[in-house]
Structures are given as structure tokens and as C-alpha cells.
């Protein structure tokens, strides 16, 4: 009796246990659940996606998109598109200085699934890449001879009449540090003006700057595919060499403008023209004039037989005068005054040259007008021929041998200093060509650093 009493306790102890353990069993498997129904849902969309994407191939409504990846030796475009499948897509390339580059020149096929691939060598001049779908005869077929069928964001004019081009562009910057990634994004344009394409024409343009370049982003009632652009002028009038930049009109009638600089000055401005004696495509010259004579309006110029249309716009500049090969760059509020080294020192020396000084006296002008406590940095900074410690040392030396003669010379102690050696670590132009070789070596005195 005892015995049977004792085997019904254990049991029911045993069951209790049992029952203890299930009963976390089904959080457990809830978790499990959730778990496996997230993954599934995830796969789903990524499956709906690819159906989505794979059903749009061909649509008319084209898209052309990506990213590009801009190494030293290496520059690869990994794309995506709708296009048709077996359609060739072109590649180009355009520098800075308005040649062709040979090194952009290919073609490749959009796969199965939409994508297309590019791998070029690395490039030493910044270039402009355009990739256009090319036309044959499948794609004649599919969005007409002339790509007239062909719809959305990416479908532009070209200088015929009644023809079309799909492409997408970018810009690589070969004076940025690479590796970097570039997207290829499928622009938004917006609505155009009420007034675009009349002859009473209008441009309004705002000018931004980085250390490098001056960016204009305007607005127009100007057709699409007009070319815009102009030098940059100091202001006596004269032209700022190598200071320049051109552009065409965006479908939207908007514009952008990208006009390298060294030196920025009081007075200088930007005159923005419109000549449509310089311009050859048939729907400008249609609208306007072979040589201007439709045009109308307060911004309408003449030119002997020819009108164009000019806007200025007035350069924002700070109140220093830097001398002569000294350059003056602005971002937001950060000012740099960016001195060569074979103006301060001989080659591999951080003792300053003689001449030297009168440079440094006329830049100590510009430091004094400062307030008191603002801050700025003294950098030095080398190219990458040679040894990097040594580079780095040197590059050191040479900004502390700069804020010596400053600090013993004029009325500057007030501000607060910084001073730092960079070697070769941040160029400012590609270290593959002599020319840029010569802009990395360089002292910098950074006046409200970022």
C-alpha cells in the first residue's frame, strides 16, 4: 500500500514537471513562429520586387539608375535599369577642360534581369560620364526610331528636332579622396514655368561655394538643351583664368553651374550668358533666333547683329586681399588661405626663404582684421613622393616655421591657434600628375575650421 502511494506521488510529481516544461514551450515556439513568418514576409517582398522589376522591363517609362565606384586605379559602374533586355547602353566621358575622354568609351548589355556593368581604368582629370542607351534595331522598334515613344524623367532633347536620348550623368571628382561611391539617381524635375520657351526671357541663379568650386543653381523660361555658362570675372572685368564652366538647360528650365576657382576677390562676379550665335541645336535656334533676334526682355543685351542674354551674379567674398599665387577659398564660414610651398620655402627645407616674408607680412594684414579668440589653424601638407613619417615631420615643421615668423612679427597673439603637419593624408588634387603634385604641397591657415 505504502509502495502505491509513493508511485502515485512520483508520478504526479513527474506530471507536474512535465507540465512546468511545456508550459514555456510555447512562448518559445510563438517566437520560432514569428520569427519564420518575418523571414518568409521579407523573402516575399523581395520575391514581389524582383516579379515588379522583372515585369517592368521594357516599359516605356524608362529608368536608369545605380551607383558608380571610384577607386585609384579603378572606376566600376554597377547599374540597374527597365530597359529591354539585349538593349546596349554607351558610355562617354567628358573632362573638366571640355575634351572627350577615350577611356569612357564602351558599351554593355542589359541583362535578364535589367542590370548592365561597367569597369574603366582610373582617370587623373575630373570627368563628366554620360550613359545612353544606344539605339539599334531592336530598340528602334521597341521606343521608335527616334526614342519618341520613350517617356519620363531620363528622356531629353538633343540638337535635332523631333530626336530624343535616354541617359543619366554624373561627375567624378578625381580631387576628392577616393574610394568613394557616386549614386545614379533618376531625377525629379519640376513643373515648368507658364512662360516657358516664350521670347521674353528671365534667369535668376544663387552661387554657393566649396573649396574648389562655385556651384550657380538657377531658374529659367528657357527651353530645354539652351547653353548657358560664362567666366568668371575679378572686378576690373578681367578674366580669372581657368575659372569657367557651361552648361544646358534641364527640361524643368532649371540649371546648374559648377565653375572651378583659386582665389576669391571683392568685386568679382559672374556674368551667366545665353549667345544663340553659340548655339547650334535647331529647337533653340528655332525659338530664339539664329541670332537672338526674338528675344525680348530686361536681360537681353545686343552685340552687333546678335543678341543674347546675360545675368549677372555678384560673388560674396571676404574682406582679405591675399597676394600674389596666394589662393582664398570659402565654405560656409571656413576660409582658407592656401600658400605653395616654393613660395615659403626651397625644396625639402622648413626654413623660410627671404622672400618669404613679404608674403607672409601682406597675409598677417588679412590675420589682424580678425576678432579676437577666433580660431584658426596652421596645416601643413606634403605630396606622397617619398617617405610618409618624413612627410609628415616636414609638413610640421613647415607650419610651425610660419606661426613663428606670424606670432614674432605682427599684433596676432589674440587668436586662438592651432598647428598640425598632414604629410601627404590630405591632398587636394590627384598625386598622379606633376600639377597636382605641386597644389598638395602646400600651408594652409584655416580660419573658422568646420
Not at 514537471?17 to 518568409?40: F, I, M, R, V, Y
Not at 562655385?214 to 528657357?222: E, I, R, V
Request: charged residues 30%; aromatic residues 8%.
Amino acid at each position: 500500500m505504502v509502495i502505491v502511494i509513493v508511485l502515485l506521488i512520483s508520478g504526479c510529481v513527474k506530471e507536474k514537471d512535465a507540465t512546468s516544461e511545456t508550459k514555456g514551450e510555447p512562448d518559445q515556439t510563438l517566437e520560432q513562429e514569428n520569427e519564420t513568418e518575418a523571414t518568409d514576409t521579407a523573402q516575399d517582398e523581395e520575391e514581389g520586387d524582383a516579379e515588379k522589376a522583372t515585369s517592368e522591363l521594357g516599359d516605356l517609362e524608362v529608368k536608369l539608375s545605380g551607383e558608380a565606384i571610384i577607386e585609384e586605379d579603378q572606376i566600376r559602374i554597377e547599374g540597374e535599369s527597365n530597359l529591354l533586355p539585349g538593349s546596349s547602353i554607351y558610355s562617354s566621358g567628358v573632362t573638366d577642360g571640355g575634351f572627350a575622354s577615350s577611356t569612357f568609351i564602351d558599351t554593355a548589355e542589359v541583362q535578364e534581369d535589367g542590370s548592365f556593368s561597367f569597369e574603366f581604368s582610373g582617370i587623373s582629370t575630373s570627368t563628366t560620364v554620360k550613359l545612353n542607351l544606344y539605339t539599334n534595331n531592336q530598340t528602334e522598334e521597341h521606343y521608335g526610331e527616334n526614342l519618341e515613344k520613350a517617356t519620363g524623367p531620363q528622356v531629353y532633347v538633343t540638337d535635332t528636332h523631333g530626336a530624343f536620348e535616354v541617359k543619366a550623368e554624373f561627375y567624378i571628382d578625381v580631387d576628392q579622396p577616393m574610394p568613394y561611391t557616386i549614386p545614379i539617381e533618376i531625377p525629379q524635375w519640376k513643373e515648368k514655368p507658364d512662360d516657358y520657351g516664350e521670347p521674353e526671357v528671365w534667369m535668376e541663379a544663387d552661387v554657393d561655394s566649396d573649396h574648389r568650386y562655385l556651384y550657380f543653381k538657377g531658374k529659367s523660361n528657357l527651353v530645354e538643351g539652351t547653353k548657358v555658362g560664362g567666366n568668371l570675372l575679378k572686378a576690373s572685368g578681367i578674366i580669372d583664368a581657368f575659372s569657367f564652366g557651361f552648361t544646358r538647360v534641364n527640361p524643368d528650365g532649371t540649371f546648374e553651374l559648377r565653375v572651378p576657382y583659386h582665389k576669391l576677390q571683392k568685386g568679382m562676379y559672374m556674368p551667366i550668358r545665353f549667345e544663340p550665335k553659340n548655339n547650334s541645336w535647331e529647337d533653340v535656334l528655332n525659338t530664339y533666333g539664329e541670332h537672338g533676334e526674338k528675344l525680348k526682355g530686361e536681360l537681353v543685351e545686343e552685340d552687333g547683329e546678335d543678341q543674347y542674354v546675360e545675368l549677372i551674379v555678384e560673388i560674396d567674398a571676404p574682406d582679405f586681399d591675399p597676394p600674389k599665387d596666394v589662393g582664398l577659398t570659402v565654405e560656409d564660414e571656413e576660409v582658407k588661405i592656401q600658400m605653395p610651398d616654393d613660395l615659403l620655402f626651397d625644396f625639402d627645407e622648413s626654413t623660410l626663404k627671404a622672400d618669404a616674408k613679404e608674403t607672409l607680412n601682406d597675409v598677417m594684414k588679412d590675420l589682424q582684421k580678425l576678432d579676437e579668440n577666433t580660431e584658426i589653424q596652421i596645416n601643413g601638407h606634403t605630396d606622397n613622393v617619398g617617405d610618409s613619417d618624413y612627410n609628415l615631420n616636414l609638413s610640421k615643421e613647415r607650419a610651425e616655421a610660419v606661426w613663428a615668423y606670424l606670432e614674432k612679427s605682427g599684433d596676432v597673439t589674440g587668436l586662438d591657434v592651432q598647428i598640425e603637419g598632414f604629410g601627404d593624408t590630405k591632398p587636394i588634387a590627384s598625386n598622379k600628375e606633376e600639377d597636382g603634385q605641386e597644389r598638395n604641397r602646400r600651408v594652409e591657415i584655416v580660419i573658422n575650421p568646420k
